[in-house]
């Protein structure tokens, strides 16, 4: 166990559903993560929270929607997704020092996506 | 354009050979380079950080070099086992640490 714990693991969506993945890290870091990754592609970074304010978004479509209350928990909601959306979404964590800027990135299970 | 790149065809080798892995990039400067393991319907699990200014850094039976004139890091497995068998992702990790780009990853089996 790696200490980042996601649901659901599988999730099975319409195009017209509104649906949400959940994050949560029990190691006490400060920074949150939401990657994609499909078949045979590189993972992508969606989104990065530090200290809960977000400090990436690589250019994502407004059909994700991320939410950051607190530095513990991180949620992705979706709606009006498109069946290329299908994938297995990763969430990850990490510890930013105020000089350190290691990113050893801790990764949850990962929810694996099917729009249909 | 920025590329990164790993072997994508898999890498099949003999159970106690070394097993190499390698890593290009153009157009990044990288404070930082790093190497993950992923399992099937796993996250990746980090394995090893290598700094700009290290040549090369060891743990246990990985080694990892890191060559910023090249532009490439090689990753190597002494000694390996089928329990090595996975897909092994390379991460660069832009000045301001929150950027990681990751690289497509290679898929290594060791036969037994």
């Known amino acids: 166990e790696t200490g980042v714990t996601q649901t659901p693991r599988h999730l099975v969506m319409g195009m017209t559903n509104k649906k949400s993945l959940k994050c949560e890290q029990h190691?006490?870091?400060?920074?949150m993560y939401w990657y994609k990754q499909s078949a045979k592609k590189p993972l992508e970074l969606m989104f990065v929270?530090?200290?809960?304010?977000?400090?990436e978004n690589n250019s994502v479509p407004s059909r994700f929607s991320p939410e950051c209350p607190n530095s513990s928990h991180l949620f992705l909601h979706l709606h009006t997704l498109q069946p290329e959306d299908s994938a297995l979404y990763l969430c990850?964590?990490?510890?930013?020092?105020?000089?350190?800027?290691?990113?050893?990135?801790?990764f949850g299970p990962g929810t694996r996506l099917t729009v249909l | 354009s920025q590329k990164i790149e790993q072997n994508s065809e898999a890498l099949n080798i003999q159970e106690g050979k070394t097993a190499t892995l390698t890593c290009n990039y153009t157009?990044?400067?990288?404070?930082?380079l790093q190497w993950y393991r992923q399992d099937p319907g796993r996250g990746p699990v980090f394995l090893l950080l290598?700094?700009?200014?290290?040549k090369e850094k060891r743990k246990e039976r990985l080694k990892v070099t890191f060559d910023t004139t090249l532009k490439q890091s090689l990753f190597h497995i002494t000694a390996s086992q089928p329990a090595d068998s996975a897909t092994y992702l390379c991460?660069?990790?832009?000045?301001?640490?929150?950027?990681?780009?990751f690289g497509a990853g290679t898929r290594l089996f060791v036969k037994a």
């Open positions: 990850a964590s990490s510890q930013e020092g105020r000089t350190s800027n290691y990113n050893e990135q801790f």
């Open positions: 190691l006490g870091h400060n920074a």
């Open positions: 929270y530090n200290f809960k304010e977000q400090t």
């Open positions: 157009n990044y400067s990288p404070a930082y």
């Open positions: 290598i700094r700009e200014n290290e």
């Open positions: 991460a660069l990790v832009l000045t301001g640490g929150f950027k990681t780009i």
